[in-house]
């Protein structure tokens, strides 16, 4: 059943060609077959296939035997299907010769023996043979016998051949020779490029679609054994082939060569023909060898839907005892007939033939056994059954004795016995195994119809009539159904078509009297009956059961009505279709053969076929066939009615065979052959013929009324069945419904008249009641519900194309009511409310849903007569309030007028606004669903060719108005695209307290409302619910994503709305909402930036798996269109100043940054999006993609955001809010300006901002200040760009700003400024800076100056020529910065010299601190950032005491002191400070007070994240008097909050571990090639915790890179560096670590940790020595060199490494060293000891190290060294007396120690203390006497004290170096 010609096959396919087939000798014709077996299942999955490859000459032997050969079997290629592989299955070949003399083994003797090799040596013998066989075949040429066969392991060459790297393998396989075993023979002789190592096990190696095409050679085959021919023995020769020790290998090989090429079956093979012998595809060639399908048997159930005819009956002879039979039988062959009569002529030529030999035969002949009474048969024979079979059709057995010797008067074959199989019973199909007597002599009259097992009087049966010949019948048929239950009902439902009682049914005759009952329980039996069957006879089953519900028959005159039995079948087998065949649904749940059977099968019964159909072609015109019940004689199983062959001949149907076409009529009789071709089976009967002869009135019920009315009224487990597969029986009804108007032509029909009411009242009853099923099981059958949920909606969707639309929209509405009334009861709405949204995204996926809204009808108002600007100032108000305006109120927001004007738009957004209102409890899971529906219905509009005309978008995007109102609600909500600028997040521009009043809060009210499905209260205000109050919630901000999509939805209907619509709108609304609409577009900006390829290539690199496919088309969508928007581009821009553009034909491709494909529209089959996750890497030609079309979209996004601003623009400059307003345009200008942009955007952009700049001067030059140097950054840096079209547009811009400045005040010496400012904030933050495009731009700006007439007689050229001399001053010092970007030392130090030579003008030198500060942050150095804000805030504060005098403020650096000493450096104390005063200078935004301020929490802030909390206090101490001041309450206790925070964290990290500061280094150059840095010594701080081989290595890297590896050295030691003594060649690098140094009064006052690593000036290291040039030495001759560096600046300063000013250094002699040593030790037993918690393991190491007897070099033996006598140097006494005293001390403190640890000690300890203390004992003996030795000299005063800083070095040795 799985051929592919007649359906898809659903396994994999195999092509077999055998090529040749060479034995040793050829002496005879042998004949092949082969067929597929799998050993697991005990199975043979195929038909056989045979073949011969016999030569001519050996064919010709044949010649009196065999007729002609059909060209059908010459075929030697075959196609198998495998529908389950496995590893189990073996291709088997089984060879058979003509019958001879002698057993099986002698006859193959000659096949082993002889080689070919030595055909000459044996001619003599050869001649013999041959004539032998010549003989044979003359005379028994039509008998065969079993010869040879072998297997192969079909897996194994499928998988080997896909290891195999060649295009096509050769495998050689032989088999078993006595070296191996088989499978390794087979291994080793693979011919292939290597040896095949692996034999694949499990079902990994099962795939045969794609493996490579094999070529085998088969080399041996076995012989067969005449006793073990059964399937039994050969699936135990095939397990036992798996083994290695195979008993095969013992026997001795037939050797010869048989090649097959194995590869997977082509699509559409040419010249192929089916298992019936028909052509797949015709072929007008037939001499052409063919190609055969072979019938699969598959080796478990495959569910297919029968859909040709196929009907076909394989006979297996098995075994024959003839044991106890007399006379003589040994040679036995059984000659097999079909035979529709008794007599002997009847045998019907429906025998399949096998090769070489006529299409169909009479008979078949089984192999013979030689000399063998109980022979095991092997044969298959095909038989092709007639269409119509009666009781006299029967399978006859002959058994015949062939005499094999020549004698005289034996006949050659003598029948020995005769047993038969009637084929039909009780109308049944006779299958199954069966054991048959056999009776010796031939059946008398009339037995085909009885069985032989039935004793027939007077007949002689062999072995007293047992069971003697086992055989068995298996079919395969599409006309048999082989299920007693669903004969039973198509023969009840045949015999009411016929009207023929009584009906016989298996031992049952039903009269007509009882025939209800019987239909009634035969229906309800289907359930019993097997599932494979069903699904074969499914298409005819649902006919016949729809059929019984649309007509219901008429039982002895009654009409019976069996709707509701039809129904329940229906849902019964429905169900089980559905539950048992899980993997056969598509993505909504729906099982592919029922979705199918509606789309192809279904169709209306009363729509008789030959009626001739309306439309072309009837419903479509696919051939179609279908099977159907039709009696005989007596009531037969299922009967062809009609069919398609594709040999165009039907199949041969019972009777005298006369021509085909007279046979089907005379089955059909007078019913018309129905040649219409038409899609759905269904029944044949004219009218007439139905009145006159069945017993069925043609009581037309129309099968959808029917339907909904059985759905309505079924109830229990019926209607469980019925919700579970809801979706069939709607699509069902659909069809019905669509069927039933097309047919009657009612199609053009008014709707409303299409159906009755009857069926719309059940159709809604039917609504409504699965609404409520959705209503109240959503919680507890989620799965089954969401379903149901998606089917009703499909449901909905179809009945819009054909009832009623108002119908239809009650029908939603009543879902909706239920949904809602639900809602308000549940805790989490949010299930429900997914659901309802699935619903609703349905039903707007009809093709006409923008139709269904009704885009034309007028809400609008009327065109106002006058332009829009002078009508809105003719209200002297910019708000007016009109009737009019009313009405555009309604078309903006989800008003009353507008939801029932345009139903599903405004259920869209309803549905929109209440999940993303803030306050919507538990449905922010939503948002990305809701988001998407919006989404996705706009692409599919935008692509809609129906809409590319841009008035009827524009009519579309009416549809979408409030949506512009919703989205600018959600402005707090959507995520912050901003925040990866560089900007300080965006600008909010609403103060959200200030609206608590106002709060119109229009979703609340209305929503609930909307919810309930009434209608919305009218709202007063104008978009009054803009106004939401915003304070006091939290709010859930949604995905990046989601907020893209909102937005792409916002630019949508912002590009397609009409334009004059926007404007009258926006007149209407308040500042504070448009200052919304302006947020939204300052967002919309930094979503849509070009982020560029390099991030499509590492999204790529992270395998990016978001499907980005639905975004994507809008995406496309929008910039389909850039040519429909050149209205749009035109306006305002004609009158506008020298370099605007004027017409939009300019917004040329060419000069876009990215390929110039701007134009192109963005159609699908153009946009190749795949879902990311089915290909993770792209490719890089994708990437370009994507990339262009992320390019594009920026560009189109930004477009339509300049053209929206433009319209408020317009809007408001004629009202008095413009000035707010105004303020925010620009704010979003500039932003978009500051974003990556296309040239095409850029040309715009300049032209609209200089078109604004040039209306309203004032706003930039007095309003917005802070403004006009964004703008001057913003030129500026389009002013180094390297395209030179937008260089050309921002020198214009730029010089149009400084000429317009100028007119306003004679001087434009704040352009001046701010230009200066930004070039120094440029060329400090940008990394990609260009200064020679720049140095261009600036030339143009000067021949800008040198030819504008107007302004040639002022001093604007000088000034103009003044500012570029000073810009190019600035450049000049960049290009060095630009060198050492990869140095951040050398950087910052630039940076640090720029900003000191701006020391004059403190605008510019504020700039620098701010870049400086920019450029730690980067680098985390939050500290030296913190400084840098300090030094800012200090520079501030000093200019703002100059200006103005408030008690308040800091007085200026003084008052920054306690933060750190370095601030003293910003006091503007020089003679050429500037006057604060003077035009543009100080008036950046920093030099006021609100500036200051945000210095100083800036630096806090950075403070706090360097971990440097106090100083968080002091920068505080400055910040709480201004804000007391202002009795700013709010912020006090903001900071008090942070102080709270700063004075918790220091309490919990006192000791400072946990907040690391720094690590500090001493750095020295040496060498030529460090330029300035030669000889410079500085101190680099480095990050807490960092080991002097990082810094080493990071250093020595950096430097090795810039001047080479080889060349760059670092100094090991850390002694004074000779200069002379070093290569002038290399570069030398010295470090050392450093520690931060105090006298001894300093560690007064630097108490804490803090106070020990802030403000740090004076390092020091230690270098130890001895006198004799080695470092280290005994005890008494170790020096110690102490090096005290001291530093320019105080750490942390705004750098991070400070030169070195000041170098001393003390040296200690042995004995001081020795001092040095006890102190530390004795220290550290103090803190041990007393340390809290108490640390016992702490404690018991430092005492280890004090008392332990081994310690070397230890106190005892410092001690002895030291002590043991006086020194004879008197300057050493007091050292002397030192030591003592240090010892004295020591040991007390042990003694403490000890005291303290036998506390703490547990009694496992008690050992150990004891030992401790014993030590201690010895070591305060040996002590004793040196530290009582006191020196007597010391106590009388004889040497003068000279005093000296330090305590221990007053004699020390001292050099001082500077």
């Avoid at 704010?1227 to 604004?1252: D, I």
């Amino acid at each position: 059943m799985m051929t592919k010609g007649n359906q898809t096959v659903t396994g994999n396919s195999l092509l077999c060609i055998h090529h040749q087939m060479r034995f040793e000798i050829e002496i005879e014709p042998i004949f092949a077959s082969l067929a597929l077996y799998d050993v697991k299942e005990k199975k043979k999955i195929s038909e056989n296939f045979y073949f011969d490859l016999n030569s001519e000459q050996m064919k010709g032997l044949l010649r009196p035997h065999v007729p002609p050969a059909a060209i059908t079997t010459l075929a030697r290629s075959a196609i198998f299907s495998i529908t389950y592989p496995s590893q189990d299955v073996f291709l088997v070949i089984k060879l058979e010769k003509v019958l001879q003399q002698g057993d099986i083994g002698e006859c193959a003797e000659p096949y082993m023996i002889f080689k070919e090799a030595d055909a000459t040596k044996n001619k003599e013998k050869l001649e013999k043979l041959k004539s032998q066989a010549d003989q044979f075949c003359q005379r028994l040429g039509k008998y065969r016998m079993p010869f040879a066969w072998t297997a192969i392991h079909l897996m194994n060459i499928v998988s080997s051949a896909g290891s195999l790297e060649r295009d096509s393998t050769e495998v050689e396989i032989s088999t078993g020779e006595r070296k191996g075993s088989w499978s390794e023979r087979r291994n080793s002789s693979i011919v292939g490029r290597r040896s095949l190592e692996r034999t694949t096990s499990g079902d990994d190696a099962c795939n045969l679609t794609s493996f490579r095409p094999a070529t085998l050679t088969v080399t041996n085959f076995f012989k067969q054994e005449g006793d073990r021919l059964s399937d039994e023995d050969l699936y135990k020769f095939l397990a036992d082939m798996r083994r290695p020790s195979s008993v095969l290998r013992r026997l001795r090989p037939i050797t010869a060569q048989l090649k097959i090429d194995i590869s997977p079956a082509p699509e559409n093979p040419h010249y192929c023909l089916t298992p019936e012998l028909l052509q797949v595809k015709l072929y007008p060639d037939s001499r052409v060898r063919p190609t055969r399908e072979i019938l699969e048997f598959p080796a478990r159930d495959v569910y297919v839907p029968n859909t040709t005819y196929r009907n076909l009956l394989y006979i297996y002879p098995q075994s024959l005892n003839f044991a106890n039979r007399q006379g003589s039988a040994r040679n036995i062959t059984v000659k097999v007939q079909f035979m529709y009569g008794e007599d002997p002529s009847n045998a019907m030529p429906v025998i399949f033939g096998k090769s070489s030999c006529s299409e169909f035969s009479k008979e078949a002949y089984t192999a013979v056994v030689y000399h063998n009474r109980s022979p095991d048969f092997h044969e298959e024979i095909k038989v092709k059954l007639p269409a119509t079979l009666t009781d006299h059709h029967h399978l006859l057995f002959t058994f015949y004795h062939v005499s094999c010797q020549q004698k005289q008067n034996t006949p050659l074959e003598t029948p020995v016995g005769y047993t038969w199989i009637p084929m039909l019973q009780n109308g049944r199909l006779k299958t199954g195994q069966f054991c048959l007597p056999v009776s010796l002599e031939k059946p008398p009259q009339a037995y085909s119809v009885l069985s032989p097992e039935v004793p027939l009087p007077g007949m002689k049966w062999v072995d007293n009539h047992k069971g003697v010949f086992n055989v068995e019948v298996v079919a395969v048929s599409s006309i048999h159904t082989q299920d007693p239950y669903l004969d039973k009902f198509f023969a009840l439902v045949n015999a009411l078509d016929e009207h023929m009682f009584p009906v016989r049914i298996g031992d049952m005759r039903i009269m007509e009297n009882n025939l209800e009952n019987e239909l009634k329980s035969s229906i309800s039996a289907l359930n019993s009956s097997q599932l494979e069957p069903v699904v074969r006879f499914l298409h005819l089953l649902l006919d016949k059961l729809i059929l019984l519900v649309v007509r219901p028959p008429v039982i002895a005159g009654q009409i019976v009505n069996l709707g509701q039995a039809s129904f329940e079948a229906m849902a019964s087998i429905i169900n089980r279709l559905h539950k048992n065949l899980e993997g056969n649904h598509d993505q909504h749940g729906r099982n592919s053969l029922l979705a199918s059977y509606i789309y192809y099968v279904f169709r209306l019964p009363n729509t008789y076929p030959n009626s001739p159909s309306p439309g072309p072609g009837g419903l479509g015109g696919s051939v179609h066939y279908a099977t159907m019940a039709r009696s005989a004689v007596r009531p037969a199983s299922l009967n062809l009615n009609r069919s398609r062959s594709l040999s165009n001949s039907n199949p041969d149907i019972s009777g005298t065979p006369t021509s085909p076409d007279d046979e089907v009529r005379s089955i059909i009789g007078n019913k018309a052959m129905d040649r219409s071709c038409n899609r759905m089976s269904s029944h044949t009967e004219t009218s007439s013929f139905l009145q006159t002869l069945t017993g069925r009135l043609p009581t037309k019920k129309l099968f959808h009324e029917e339907l909904a009315l059985q759905w309505v009224v079924c109830s229990g487990s019926v209607r469980e069945s019925a919700l579970q597969q809801a979706w069939f029986f709607f699509e069902l009804m659909v069809k019905s419904m669509v069927h039933h108007l097309y047919f009657n032509d009612k199609l053009d029909a008014p709707r409303k008249s299409r159906f009755p009411e009857r069926f719309m009242d059940d159709i809604a009853a039917l609504v409504s009641t699965i609404a409520s099923d959705i209503v109240s099981r959503f919680q507890k059958d989620t799965e089954m519900v969401e379903r149901l949920n998606t089917s009703l909606a499909f449901f909905l969707n179809d009945l819009l194309s054909v009832m009623d639309r108002g119908f239809v929209f009650s029908l939603i509405k009543s879902c909706y009511k239920q949904v809602s009334s639900k809602l308000y009861s549940l805790p989490n709405p949010s299930v429900l409310v997914s659901l309802r949204l699935d619903f609703l995204r349905i039903i707007c996926s009809h093709e006409h849903y923008v139709t269904l809204n009704l885009p034309c009808s007028l809400l609008t108002p009327p065109a106002s007569p006058s332009p829009s600007v002078s009508s809105a100032t003719s209200q002297s108000s910019g708000f007016s309030t009109n009737v009019q305006d009313q009405k555009i109120a309604n078309m903006f927001e989800l008003s009353v007028p507008f939801r029932q004007q345009h139903y599903l738009a405004g259920l869209v957004l309803t549905e929109l606004a209440v999940i993303l209102d803030p306050d919507a409890e538990g449905l922010f899971g939503l948002h990305k669903k809701v988001i998407n529906m919006v989404h996705n219905l706009l692409s599919s509009h935008d692509s809609d060719p129906r809409y590319s005309d841009p008035q009827i978008k524009a009519r579309v995007a009416m549809l979408y108005l409030p949506l512009i109102g919703i989205i600018m609600e959600t402005v707090p909500q959507l995520h912050d695209f901003t925040e990866t600028h560089n900007q300080r997040g965006r600008p909010i521009c609403i103060a959200t307290d200030d609206f608590e009043s106002d709060s119109g809060n229009m979703i609340s009210q209305t929503v609930a409302m909307a919810i309930a499905g009434t209608s919305v209260p009218q709202l007063t205000r104008p978009g009054s619910f803009l106004l939401t109050s915003t304070s006091g919630r939290q709010h859930t901000t949604f995905s990046a994503e989601s907020s893209r999509s909102l937005l792409i939805c916002l630019l949508w209907v912002l590009k397609n709305a009409d334009e004059t619509v926007l404007q009258k709108w926006f007149t209407d609304l308040s500042v504070l909402q448009l200052n919304r609409l302006l947020d939204l577009l300052y967002l919309c900006v930094s979503c849509f930036e070009y982020k560029g390829k390099k991030v499509f290539e590492r999204m790529n690199s992270l395998t990016f798996k978001k499907s980005k496919d639905m975004r994507a088309k809008l995406e496309e969508a929008i910039l389909g269109s850039i040519g429909a928007r050149q209205e749009m581009v035109r306006r305002s821009r004609g009158q506008l100043g020298t370099y605007t553009i004027t017409s939009p034909s300019e917004r040329s491709p060419s000069g876009s940054a990215f390929g110039s494909q701007e134009n192109l529209r963005w159609r699908k089959d153009m946009t190749h999006w795949r879902q990311n996750t089915e290909k993770f890497d792209k490719s890089r030609a994708e990437i370009e993609h994507e990339a262009l079309i992320d390019g594009n979209l920026a560009t189109e996004a930004n477009l339509i955001i300049l053209d929206t601003l433009e319209i408020v623009v317009q809007t408001v400059s004629v009202t008095e809010s413009k000035e707010s307003i105004l303020g925010g345009v620009l704010k979003v200008l500039l932003h978009s300006m500051a974003c990556n942009q296309s040239a095409v955007y850029l040309q715009h952009c300049f032209a609209t901002q200089r078109a604004l700049v040039s209306k309203f001067p004032e706003l930039l030059f007095e309003e917005e200040t802070e403004q006009c140097a964004d703008l001057c950054l913003r030129l500026l840096r389009h002013c180094s760009s390297s395209i030179s079209t937008i260089r050309s547009h921002a020198s214009a811009s730029l010089y149009l700003l400084m000429r317009q400045n100028f007119e306003i005040g004679n001087n434009f010496a704040r352009v001046k400024m701010q230009v200066t400012m930004s070039l120094s904030s440029l060329v400090g933050t940008s990394q990609n800076f260009n200064e020679e495009f720049l140095r261009r731009s600036l030339k143009t700006i000067l021949t800008y100056a040198e030819e504008d007439l107007e302004l040639r007689e002022t001093t604007f050229p000088d000034q103009v020529q003044d500012l570029v001399f000073n810009l190019h001053m600035i450049l000049s010092d960049t290009v060095k910065m630009k060198e050492h970007q990869e140095d951040p030392e050398m950087l910052i130090d630039l940076m640090y010299r720029i900003a000191k030579g701006y020391q004059t003008s403190p605008d510019l030198r504020l700039t620098w601190l701010q870049n400086m500060a920019g450029k730690h942050s980067e680098r985390s150095n939050h500290a030296e950032a913190a400084q840098c804000l300090v030094h800012s805030a200090a520079l501030v504060a000093e200019y703002l005491s100059m200006l103005e005098d408030r008690k308040y403020l800091p007085v200026g650096c003084v008052t920054f002191q306690n933060i750190s000493s370095n601030v003293l450096e910003e006091s503007a104390v020089s003679d050429d400070v500037v006057s604060p005063d003077e035009e543009g200078i100080c008036s950046g935004k920093y030099f006021t007070e609100s500036g200051l301020v945000g210095l100083l929490e800036q630096a806090a802030a950075s403070f706090s994240m360097a971990g440097m909390y106090e100083a968080v206090n002091e920068v505080y101490k400055v910040l709480i008097p201004i804000h007391e001041a202002n009795r700013d309450a709010k912020k006090l206790s903001t900071i008090h909050g942070k102080l709270q925070e700063a004075f918790s964290k220091i309490v919990h990290q006192s000791t400072g571990w946990e907040r690391m500061f720094g690590t500090y280094f001493r750095v020295g150059f040496y060498g030529t090639k460090f330029g300035d840095l030669d000889e410079q010594e500085f101190v680099y701080k480095e990050p807490a915790i960092t080991k002097l081989a990082e810094i080493s290595h990071r250093l020595e890297g950096f430097y090795g890179e810039r001047f080479g590896e080889d060349v760059v050295e670092v100094i090991k030691d850390s002694n004074p560096v000779d200069k002379c003594k070093l290569d002038p060649n290399k570069a030398y690098i010295q470090i050392t670590y450093v520690e931060p140094y105090f006298d001894t009064y300093e560690m007064k006052d630097r108490i804490t940790y803090f106070d020990k690593n802030y403000n740090l000036r004076r390092f020091m290291y230690c270098t130890p020595f001895t006198l004799d040039g080695r470092a280290h030495g005994e005890l008494h001759e170790q020096f110690k060199r102490k090096t005290i560096l001291t530093t320019s600046h105080a750490f942390p300063y705004i750098k991070t490494r400070v030169n070195v000013t000041h170098k001393e250094e003390i040296i200690l002699t042995p004995i001081e060293v020795a001092i040095e040593d006890m102190q530390k030790k004795t220290q550290e037993l103090a803190f041990a000891t007393h340390q809290d918690p108490a640390d016992p393991k702490m404690l018991q190491m430092v005492l280890q190290g004090s008392v332990g007897t081994t310690v070397n070099q230890g106190p005892l033996e410092v001690a002895q060294v030291f002590l043991s006598e006086i020194p004879s140097d008197p300057k050493l006494f007091r050292h002397h007396n030192k030591l003592r005293l240090c010892f004295k001390d020591f040991t007390k403190r042990c003694e403490d120690a000890l005291r303290k640890n036998k506390s703490l000690i547990g009694p496992d300890q008690k050992e150990y203390q004891r030992e401790l203390e014993r030590n201690y004992h010895r070591l305060k003996e040996a002590l004793q006497p040196l530290i009582n030795r006191k020196i007597p000299q010391l106590y009388k005063a004889v040497l003068p004290v000279t005093c000296h800083r330090d305590s221990f070095s007053r004699m020390s040795l001292r050099k001082m170096d500077l």
